[in-house]
């Protein structure tokens, strides 16, 4: 209604209002970048705000307008922090491009963002190379890292260089879009998602909360999340917000990691589990510490309940996050639940196991085929739909919404919901395996499957089945340190899991599809698999 | 410039979703209630949203329409709480009243609200009988704890006890009007504050983080700060956004505090200076213990040196916290700094001495007379400017804006920034002394003061001076510990500040004047010595 008696003030909700934040009450807040040739850079809050006026003065000068995307191919360091302040400040939308792509999503997304400049790091020059000619859009490229002797696109040192720091950042709507994220093609084309001033404001606010990140000031942030997808989970937003230090790596090697956890005395990290588990491997066998790490956060996949105890034995807080490119990306994290202390070892890792609670800002339900509500009381499972303030409204482009009249977005994954408020994803919608009218997640298996000594990776899928629909087929991958046969998975499922979700063929491979962002892909292995039957389907060891 | 290449939803910041967010995903949370005849109560965050809803019903058929003012004069409880809730779920505009204003003053700000429905605490029925025939808009009158045989206003339970709670929440705009509150009248007349949806929303996000209240669900918040001033500190939107527990006392004394802290296993309470003083008197004669406390936060007036270090010593989290009814009403809390371990016990209660450091959504600055932004070093002091998410912009019924035209407004207090981002607040503008062109910090003086053998409160005053326009006078109640000379008071303070600040005259009174929040009142103490003269002006302790 707008009534005027009296007011607050008019403060929009400004992504670069954060960095202004940094930099001025935490202006020497430490910016530490690993580089991919082993190098080490030190830079502070106050620099990375000065250099991103810099960079805005440059794109100016490029003829870069409002709403035009910029383009980056990098993995995370301070240049590239940078350049998504200095490319929003000037008013363009930042589009973070995932390396990992098909070529043909590369080009597809290029074009469809129709990107003006792209940045990108000496590394990933022969993909960029590979890509100019299909990139039709792109005017400007730009290298953050050259070699000693380069030849070829401008340095970007050089490039901001030029100019002053004397740039006030574009008046923006609080709506304006700031960043473009593709998602990472699981279940078919990549699709492109619009950030907004306000909705990441809210999302950091969201997220550096006692029961999501839990971030201070005091605390040292290293997301092993890539600063190209899912906007690295929010942390280049959180970290200005509260002035933490914040350790970038363009490496991901576990032992650059732990030298990382170490040296710089990183208190906080998150990342997917695949990153995870080299992480454990590496510290198994050579015995290197964790430093002061004291919250690790997991998401991107089913944390496995092995890895959750592995962090535990280690006295570290670990929690699982739910997230996802339509949600900025963080929909649910896992705040500790009341009477925690009273709760059995077995009954926390149950708890951390699942996905987490939303965080204000964010609503949930679950609804069957037809679209009914269903109850939140751990049991019934079903289509996750979420609605909140960091959540797409419309896929870029797009001339439809992604959400219902009531702005429901449907996630793809099927999940519970229980009585405490936590979630548990049990499956994707497209990976649930249909036996008999009834459900079978495939996640489940899996993570049944990883029980099973010897199997170091699953997948599951479904497979036609003249009776049944879909049965079963586990597809595994050996870690080699004993021998392992179909059957014996089999044995070891059971008790596990219901009787008749027993897969009704055990298929061992040398290596898995995976996607862009470390997933298994399914897609892939369905293709594999496609041709495949159960034999004697009257024997088989499933449904019965 | 509202460029739409794709979207994220909408969804508006209205502090109505805190309390469904509680109720569905922290539904069975508790509050509990600590009555002022003893009783106590408990509900949940699902039974204190229906009611609101049952409250909601019961005021739109009184006739109250979106804008109108439904006040309150009451202390901390879950009818109070349910209140706030269902005036501002049906549009209403909740308008706290401080019993301890005096008459004149309630007679003032009840008009000028121009309240139509007051409800109150039974405790409060002399005040309300004699103010009835003064406030000229308020048609309904009902009682929150009606005792047994009670006739008069219609009970709160039954009043909303006989709607049901199918009640949808009024769609309102995110910057429409929830609440009002007058400030306490240090100054002046208190001037009025209009809270709106979104201000209220972001400042409970900022608040609980970890370098603010550090709220988390696992919680249990006990505040000491009365729902009817400055939204309690944010505390009843701070808590169903998280989720915790919450308690709420009608009684303040010391006993039933400690009882609280210890029964509900409260792990974070704030409050102002006085209610601690008390507090610790207490502990010390009893030697009551403080439970699962963890966390108190101080703020309203300065906390002492020796409150500081009395928590500390019993391995209590202590941080101050500096706000205004203006800010919603929180400015800066005391988060730690970097380097926090490596600090020294001194250095550790010199920074906890200081107000803190903004949130992201605050900004600070200090000016001099002639409007000139002054250094953040530490050493300069000046007018304290704040511009932000929940500041004000325009005081109720006001013609003119509070804040000039770059959003800054006056605090009224006099303050230093220090290059660590804290800020220190020396005294308020009205009450620093002008000695010689230079300013003497009245607040610096009253805490050395307290630090001098048999000192129990002290308040500074400027008095005329030929010479120096303005300079110091000491009045002092004394503790009766031992005996206290005006000349001991003196010596005392030589060392702790600079010679030239050392007060002319020592007073000695039996009792201080207090404003209606437990704040020295230096308007009635400058009334009271307005006929005061130095005598011997020239053979002053003071300045020469
Ligand atoms: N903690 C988690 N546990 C299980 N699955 C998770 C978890 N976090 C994320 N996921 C999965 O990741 C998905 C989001 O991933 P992302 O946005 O990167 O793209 P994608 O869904 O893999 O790709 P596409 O949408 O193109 O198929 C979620 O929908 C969910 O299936
Ligand atoms: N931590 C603190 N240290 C010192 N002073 C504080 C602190 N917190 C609050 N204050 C004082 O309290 C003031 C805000 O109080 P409030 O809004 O209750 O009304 P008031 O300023 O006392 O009344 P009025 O504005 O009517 O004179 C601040 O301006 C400041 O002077
Ligand atoms: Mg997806
Ligand atoms: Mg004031």
């Given at each position: 209604m707008t009534l005027r008696l009296g007011t607050m003030q008019d403060w929009p909700l400004n992504v670069m209002r954060l960095v202004d934040h940094a930099e001025r009450e935490h202006g020497d807040g430490e910016i530490v970048s690993a580089w991919a040739d082993g190098n080490m850079t030190r830079t502070n809050w106050a620099e990375i705000a000065k250099k991103s006026r810099q960079m805005a003065k440059a794109l100016?000068?490029?003829?870069?307008?409002?709403?035009?995307?910029?383009?980056t191919l990098a993995m995370n360091h301070e240049r590239h922090l940078i350049s998504w302040y200095g490319a929003i400040g000037m008013g363009g939308v930042l589009h973070t491009i995932n390396p990992r792509l098909f070529p043909e999503q590369l080009g597809y997304i290029g074009n469809h963002a129709e990107d003006r400049v792209l940045l990108y790091d000496a590394m990933m020059k022969p993909l960029v190379d590979a890509m100019r000619e299909h990139w039709k859009t792109i005017e400007h490229y730009i290298v953050y890292d050259p070699p000693e002797g380069w030849k070829g696109d401008p340095s970007f040192e050089e490039w901001i260089g030029a100019e002053d720091d004397d740039f006030q950042w574009v008046d923006a709507d609080e709506r304006d879009p700031i960043g473009l994220c593709y998602t990472s093609g699981t279940t078919g084309n990549p699709k492109g998602v619009?950030?907004?001033?306000?909705?990441?404001?809210l999302h950091a606010l969201a997220e550096v909360q006692p029961d999501c990140f839990d971030l201070a000031k005091r605390d040292c942030a290293l997301p092993i999340v890539p600063m190209f997808h899912a906007n690295a989970w929010g942390l280049p937003w959180a970290a200005p917000l509260v002035?933490?230090?914040?350790?970038l790596s363009a490496d991901y090697s576990a032992k650059r990691m732990v030298d990382l956890f170490r040296d710089e005395k990183v208190t906080h990290s998150a990342g997917v589990p695949t990153i995870w588990i080299d992480m454990i491997k590496h510290i198994e066998e050579t015995g290197d510490e964790l430093g002061s790490l004291k919250k690790v956060t997991i998401g991107g996949s089913a944390a496995p309940r092995a890895m959750i105890k592995w962090f535990r034995a280690r006295g570290i807080d670990i929690s699982h996050a739910w997230g996802m490119t339509e949600l900025s990306p963080i929909g649910s994290l896992g705040g500790k639940p009341n009477g925690w202390e009273e709760m059995s070892?077995?009954?926390q890792v149950d708890w951390i196991a699942r996905q987490g609670r939303v965080p204000f800002g964010i609503e949930m339900r679950i609804v069957d085929d037809e679209g009914n509500v269903l109850p939140r009381d751990g049991k019934a499972s079903g289509d996750l739909q979420v609605r909140g303030a960091w959540v797409i409204g419309k896929y870029f482009k797009a001339d439809e919404p992604a959400i219902d009249a009531d702005g429901w977005f449907s996630t793809g994954d099927v999940a519970a919901l229980h009585p405490d408020g936590t979630m548990q994803i049990t499956d994707r919608s497209k990976d649930v395996i249909k036996s008999g009218g009834e459900w079978i997640s495939s996640i489940e298996l899996e993570n049944a499957a990883l029980g099973v000594d010897g199997i170091a990776e699953a997948a599951c899928i479904g497979i036609f089945h003249p009776k049944w629909d879909e049965r079963p087929l586990l597809v595994c991958v050996k870690d080699g340190s004993c021998e392992?046969?179909?059957?014996?998975v089999v044995e070891g499922l059971k008790g596990q899991?219901?009787?008749?979700?027993?897969?009704?063929a055990v298929e061992f491979v040398d290596e898995l599809p995976h996607t862009a962002t470390g997933k298994l892909s399914k897609k892939t292995l369905r293709e594999q698999f496609k041709d495949y039957s159960f034999e004697g389907v009257e024997a088989m060891t499933g449904r019965d």
């Open positions: 100016t000068k490029l003829g870069v307008k409002q709403g035009d995307r910029v383009a619009i950030y907004e001033h306000r909705s990441m404001v002035g933490c230090k914040m350790v070892d077995e009954e392992v046969s179909g059957d014996a899991v219901a009787k008749w979700w027993l897969p009704d």
